[in-house]
T-cell receptor, first 115, second 116 residues
Framework: AQTVTQSQPEMSVQEAETVTLSCTYD???????LFWYKQPPSRQMILVIR??????QNATENRFSVNFQKAAKSFSLKISDSQLGDAAMYFC????????????FGTGTLLAVQP | GAVVSQHPSRVICKSGTSVKIECRSL??????MFWYRQFPKQSLMLMAT?????????EQGVEKDKFLINHASLTLSTLTVTSAHPEDSSFYIC????????????FGQGTRLTVV
């Protein structure tokens, strides 16, 4: 069975600084998707970034980028130029490539942004 | 982008009664919908997967008779919590997928259920 592990329950970063959130996963599949979701206090789940396992290039979305290490099964999220609005719970998630792709979530990292 | 609407956003019910939560895809046909439960400060736990027109597939440990899921159309799935008890109080979230974009899940706003 696939598992997703986030070892940092809480993180803090100064506004305008950079922070990296860690995620490791375990799977026997060779092709899959990895995601980072943001859950602000409203609790609406927001997709931050997606990585396809067969792509070697790390995904980027504006201030958000990932470091995808397939052999190490590591998928970290880097947030550059942190903003107050980035404060939220961040979940790492895994999905297979089947017709029905259920998401398997990590335990989450609560990110605080200090002004 | 694709929009999923979940209703109600909050509900309080008495112990022993049933509560229905709706999840609608507003601008796309959702071939698959997922129901999650989230306890305070915890992660999302998948409860069940439902495909339009067929029975839901429940995750291990989830009571099928307690949490009834119906996916009668391509735009609507419902979760009914039957004979609710205080321990059923939680935050419930649905997400929807379409075959055309099955790499991405679109989430509803969630429902906070409180059983008193």
């Amino acid at each position: 069975a696939q598992t997703v592990t986030q070892s940092q329950p809480e993180m803090s970063v100064q506004e305008a600084e950079t922070v990296t959130l860690s995620c490791t996963y375990d799977t026997s599949e060779s092709d899959y998707y990895l995601f980072w979701y943001k859950q602000p206090p409203s609790r609406q789940m927001i997709l931050v970034i997606r990585q396809e396992a067969y792509k070697q290039q790390n995904a980027t979305e504006n201030r958000f980028s990932v470091n995808f290490q397939k052999a190490a099964k590591s998928f970290s999220l880097k947030i550059s130029d942190s903003q107050l609005g980035d404060a939220a719970m961040y979940f790492c998630a895994y999905s297979g490539r089947g017709a029905t792709n259920k998401l398997i979530f990590g335990t989450g990292t609560l990110l605080a942004v200090q002004p | 982008g694709a929009v999923v609407s979940q209703h109600p956003s909050r509900v309080i019910c008495k112990s022993g009664t049933s509560v229905k939560i709706e999840c609608r895809s507003l601008d796309f046909q959702a071939t698959t919908m997922f129901w999650y439960r989230q306890f305070p400060k915890q992660s999302l736990m998948l409860m069940a997967t439902s495909n339009e027109g067929s029975k839901a597939t429940y995750e291990q440990g989830v009571e099928k008779d307690k949490f009834l899921i119906n996916h009668a159309s391509l735009t609507l799935s419902t979760l009914t919590v039957t004979s609710a008890h205080p321990e059923d109080s939680s935050f419930y979230i649905c997400s929807a997928q379409t075959l055309l974009m099955n790499t991405e899940a679109f989430f509803g706003q969630g429902t906070r259920l409180t059983v008193v």
